[in-house]
């Protein structure tokens, strides 16, 4: 019997999302009852602290990556591709300008007319 593909992916996903924020819960309540930590830490700061840590991870893993990648290239001589510095929105919006719109229609605010 063959498991679905959801399953899957939620067993190869799950560990790498609770395991920062369980580690970081653990950590801080041990060290809370061991008075390991000067500070008397409530409850609310404890789990506050625990849910923040997986943005910050995010952005730590987004970082090492580029930061591996740019190594292996320079390793190999190779040269990375400049990132897209525009956000999302700005890129969907001049996609949806190219689609929909007049090619001459607005310029930076300047309405252009050709004839």
Not at 78 to 96: D, G, H, K
């Amino acid at each position: 019997m063959v498991s679905p593909p959801g399953l899957q992916y939620s067993i190869r996903v799950l560990p790498r999302t609770i395991l920062p924020f369980a580690l970081t819960y653990l950590s801080l309540i041990v060290a809370r009852s061991n008075d390991l930590i000067s500070l008397r830490l409530s409850s609310w700061l404890i789990l506050l602290i625990a849910l923040l840590v997986q943005p910050v991870v995010f952005f730590v893993l987004i970082f090492h990556s580029r930061w591996s990648d740019a190594r292996t290239a320079a390793k190999n001589g190779a040269v990375i591709a400049p990132y897209v510095q525009q956000s999302p929105f700005a890129i969907q919006r001049e996609l949806r300008q190219m689609v929909h719109g007049h090619p001459c229609t607005q310029q930076a605010g300047i309405l252009v007319l050709t004839y």
